[in-house]
């Protein structure tokens, strides 16, 4: 992707300028620990004058659901943790519905940032590394869309705000079960972490996976819409409509 994808002055290069020196250092063991429910604390630190637009966040939450999408498609491609059948089914379906997020931001003029990313090193050769990377990231999807269906409401988006509210909603899902398929307890908390004021907060998430990092290897290409059907073949998720296609 050429890197001059802007709306408002919003680029991968600014983008990355504007967390520089974010991701630069981060171990695996912090960032897979970073996202706890200590973490609410961040949102208290945050800009809370950071004014979001929606062009602003289409353009991240399609980011987002790219990065996710790459990270699902290498996880099944040869399944090389040898994971059980219950494990594939649920990785494809979390890739079919990343890419039907993906589809629907592009639908409203979103693009994503990037469609090469950096990975922990080990997150194919270690599904400890794997799963504490799906159950951070995850975190922080749900996060995110939590922060942008409190914007989209204070924008007087309420068929948005609703639609981020679904996104959010598939997010924590996803949480669960990565935690369920790496081992453990699916859900132990009682609401999802509010980690985020604004989505464009959780730039410090998606910085290391944009730029590389300390123990980050790359990058990785997004594999595209044609082979991810391909490895999915029947399994799909169900495209259940957007509130905003709803009403």
Same mark, same amino acid.
Do not use: C, W
């Given at each position: 992707?050429?890197?001059?994808?802007?709306?408002?002055?919003?680029?991968?290069?600014?983008?990355?300028?504007?967390?520089?020196?974010?991701?630069?250092?981060?171990?695996?063991?912090?960032?897979?620990?970073?996202?706890?429910?200590?973490?609410?604390?961040? *949102?208290?630190?945050?800009?809370?004058? *950071?004014?979001?637009?929606?062009?602003?966040?289409?353009?991240l939450g399609s980011t987002a659901e790219t990065l996710a999408a790459t990270s699902?498609?290498?996880?099944?491609?040869?399944?090389?943790?040898?994971?059980?059948?219950?494990?594939?089914?649920?990785?494809?379906? *979390?890739l079919s519905a990343e890419l039907y997020h993906l589809k629907i931001w592009q639908s409203l003029g979103g693009a994503s940032l990037a469609d090469k990313f950096y990975v922990p090193e080990k997150f194919l050769a270690d599904f400890s590394v794997n799963t504490a990377t799906f159950i951070a990231a995850e975190t922080a999807f749900t996060g995110a869309y939590l922060a942008a269906t409190r914007r989209m409401a204070e924008l007087g988006e309420s068929r948005l705000a609703a639609t981020t509210a679904q996104f959010?909603?598939?997010?924590?899902?996803?949480?669960?079960?990565?935690?369920?398929?790496g081992g453990f307890i699916p859900n132990p908390n009682g609401l999802p972490a509010p980690?985020?004021?604004?989505?464009?907060?959780?730039?410090?998430?998606?910085?290391?996976?944009?730029?590389? *990092?300390?123990?980050?290897?790359?990058?990785?290409?997004?594999?595209?819409?044609?082979?991810i059907n391909k490895l999915l073949g029947d399994t799909q998720a169900v495209k259940i409509p957007t509130f905003t296609a709803v009403f």
């Open positions: 992707m050429a890197d001059n994808t802007s709306e408002k002055g919003l680029s991968r290069r600014n983008f990355i300028k504007g967390t520089a020196g974010v991701g630069g250092g981060i171990a695996l063991a912090s960032f897979a620990t970073s996202f706890g429910l200590n973490s609410a604390s961040a *949102a208290k630190k945050s800009n809370h004058n *950071a004014n979001d637009s929606i062009a602003t966040i289409l353009a699902y498609y290498n996880t099944i491609l040869n399944n090389p943790f040898g994971l059980s059948e219950f494990q594939l089914n649920y990785f494809k379906l *979390a959010a909603a598939t997010e924590a899902e996803h949480l669960a079960l990565s935690r369920l398929a980690i985020y004021y604004n989505v464009s907060d959780a730039g410090q998430t998606l910085a290391p996976f944009l730029q590389g *990092a300390k123990g980050f290897i790359g990058p990785v290409d997004y594999p595209g819409e044609d082979a």
